[in-house]
């Protein structure tokens, strides 16, 4: 398997404009997680899938980020607009039920 | 709810000696409990995981960890460290509810020669 893959691996914005980070899951995976890391603050997680639906999204910023799993092999994290503070390293991670996720390698973003 | 919370954002060993990473834990139900190790501009690789069953887990790279429940405690611990070791260690608590899976705020571990 190829692992989680995450693109792209690096994005570079202006501010006021959107970002799609886009994210497949290992084949078989029915959670699949999304969080966010600074140096501020830590790892967060911002929302997790089961089965394509969104189970908890309490760890997402604000209004101005958005999540989809259309289906079991892909999922989007969107920001619009974008903010210097949303400057990060974004994980996706997918699991089985009750094993630890396993991480993508990550999109690092930068808003200007 | 549940919250991780590792002590020491940084731990600095001598090469060869004891490695003990901390980390304690909170949880409305029985927890599952996962270190990760994370080296530089990489993603989290799981390094070792606590279900149910024996309390002293083991994992890749000569790391082993105990579930103390009385305690609330699954600290990280490796009898002899090596260069390669110096990373970033995450320790994430999984309610097994509904799976939510946190990470604690991570303890970096340096590695003198």
């Known amino acids: 398997d190829a692992g989680v893959i995450q693109s792209p691996r690096h994005e570079v914005t202006e501010m006021g404009q959107e970002v799609t980070l886009r994210c497949k899951p290992i084949?078989?995976?029915?959670?699949l997680f999304w969080y966010r890391q600074t140096m501020m603050r830590g790892l967060e997680l911002l929302i997790y899938?089961?089965?394509?639906?969104?189970?908890?999204d309490s760890g997402m910023p604000e209004d101005r980020f958005s999540a989809k799993m259309p289906n079991a092999s892909f999922s989007t994290l969107k920001i619009q607009p974008s903010e210097p503070r949303d400057s990060a390293v974004y994980f996706c991670?997918?699991?089985?039920?009750?094993?630890?996720?396993?991480f993508g390698p990550g999109t690092r973003l930068t808003v200007t | 709810a549940q919250s991780v919370t590792q002590l020491g954002s940084h731990v600095s060993v001598s090469e060869g000696a004891l490695v003990l990473l901390r980390c304690n834990y909170s949880?409305?139900?029985?927890?599952?409990l996962f270190w990760y190790v994370q080296y530089p501009n990489q993603g989290l690789q799981l390094l070792l995981k606590y279900t149910t069953g024996a309390t002293l887990v083991k994992g890749i790279n000569g790391f082993e960890a105990e579930f103390k429940k009385s305690e609330t405690s699954f600290h990280l611990t490796k009898p002899s460290a090596h260069m390669s070791d110096a990373a970033e260690y995450f320790c994430a608590v999984m309610n097994t509810g509904g799976f939510k899976t946190i990470f604690g705020a991570g303890t970096r571990l340096f590695v003198k020669a």
């Open positions: 899938f089961n089965n394509n639906v969104p189970i908890d």
């Open positions: 084949s078989g995976h029915d959670y």
């Open positions: 949880s409305s139900v029985p927890p599952y």
């Open positions: 991670a997918s699991s089985f039920p009750g094993t630890g996720p396993i």
